[in-house]
């Protein structure tokens, strides 16, 4: 029996080929050898990296003579009018980003998988740009990893094939690329590929998994040339709605450092990912960016503690962004456009309106910098049953703090935990949906923090008895320059899935919710610029 290999394939799109597929200034050789086993019309590029000293060999004052490198190779082979890129070591980051199908992947793994013989999963929430890997110990359905498919993109499943496809592969990777084993042999794979070619045009993932359509890769080049137009606007006004993240799952235990390159020179290394260190680094260059292309060369370096290279992004590929063209609502997320279903947009909009009001007995345009001085100077203007508890903690001795809300008043016969932001950027928002939840689910399961919370309000009788009896109200105060008609559409797509999520949470506790877009008067682009 043949022995079972593992494999890395990539789907390149109409146009790409062995000869233009590949990154500028690669250092690949091209393969010239007969009497392979390379499948006819195949090409080969192998590389090979300088042996250099392991860092710990100098640490430790090794004398010995320790080297270590590393060797890799693309094999492309042409299937009808398309061709295929199998990578192996790493290889792959030598293929432009857009030169393959990033869809490949997982679309042909969704269609090959038995829904119940998975054993892990990948999450993108686009929302805060988090990410999740998912294991179980034994093979099962979608169902068994609980994550909430309107909040998350699927972005690598792992597991058996259906009884059909087990002849072609066994246990099955899908991202962009599509990792497999396989018994068969090298000059047998251009007939593999061409099988594989076949299955990721069919829409059997549809039937098998009917939940992951919310969200929807957009492929139409003159959609996303419209699209990426307002990405640059957004960038070049510095529109907080557009933010930096590694797009890939990062191991922190990892001493690892960032740096940007492309434009002059290299910049400075940063702990982390923001992006006005890329902007720092754009002015120290002194380079405008006056086109989206100029996204795609530049790059985001991730550095281990040797300073050797470990990961490398187009700038592009790191941004997240979302806007509305055409009335329907887009999301950048790894160089990809994603449209978000316009039935699942109505049934936000449907679920969320209701509870964004006009008016609010207490909340009043903002004419503060920040949030603690907006917070303090309501509690002033307020009567007297209104109490400021921001930076606050109700959280029991030895936990990490927990604040009740930013103002408590009386409301309808309940307490109204307040919680204010300035900001509609997605980030900030989750945080703040999350801790009304958190606060409301800690106050009515301890007793300590309940205590906490009436000692804060000082002798009030009036909420000390609302909150004996676990009687609340929360809303959410939003400080924005966006007009209260628009209701739920002021906030970014994924924060009313974030919200939605907490609504539901609290009706569950019956606490009735509440948004109110408070007006913003101040210049905050001119005061980060003071």
Known sequence: MAKSRNFSVYLLKNGFNAHNSLKDGHHLTLLNETGTSIPADGIMYYGQNPTKSPWW????GISQDLRQTSVSAIVFLPVRDRWFA??????????????????FGIRTTLNTLDPEKIKSTDLL?????????????????????DFNTDESIVKRLTGAVKEEYKDLLRNVTGSSSLRFTTAWEAGELTELCSRLLEIYTRRDYEVAFPDLHNITPIKDPDLTSCLKEQLLTAFQEESSDLTLGIPDIVDYSTNFRVKYGGATKYSKEYDDVDISNYREYLDECHVDIDNVSLFGKHTLCILDENENLLQAFSIYKSLLFDCKHDDKTYHLCEGNWYEIDTNFIERLKTELDPIFVDNHDILCECNQKREDEYNRDVESRSPENVRC???????????????????IAVKDNMAELIHNKISTRSAYLSHLFNQGVNSVILLRQ???????????????????????????????GI??????????????????????????TLKLMKIPTTVFLIKDSIDRKQLNED
């Not at 906490?452 to 929360?474: A, C, F, Q, T, W």
């Open 86 to 103: 199998l990578t192996f070591g790493a290889s792959y980051h030598n293929l432009r980003e857009n030169s393959y199908e990033y869809e």
């Open 446 to 476: 301890n007793a300590e923090a309940k205590n906490k919370l009436k000692e804060l309000v000082g002798h009030n009788p009036s909420l000390e008895e609302k909150i004996d009896n676990d009687r609340y109200h929360v809303t959410y």
């Open 389 to 407: 508890l921001d930076k606050s903690s109700i959280a029991p001795q030895g936990q990490r703090n927990v604040e009740p809300c930013d103002l």
């Open 479 to 504: 400080i924005t320059k966006k007009e209260k008609e628009k209701k739920s559409d002021a906030l970014p797509i994924f924060s009313r899935i974030s919200l939605l999520r907490c609504v539901k």
């Open 125 to 145: 929430m686009p929302e805060t740009a988090k990410r999740q890997r998912i294991q179980i110990p034994s093979a099962s359905s979608l169902t068994y990893f």
């Open 57 to 60: 060999k100098e640490y430790w």
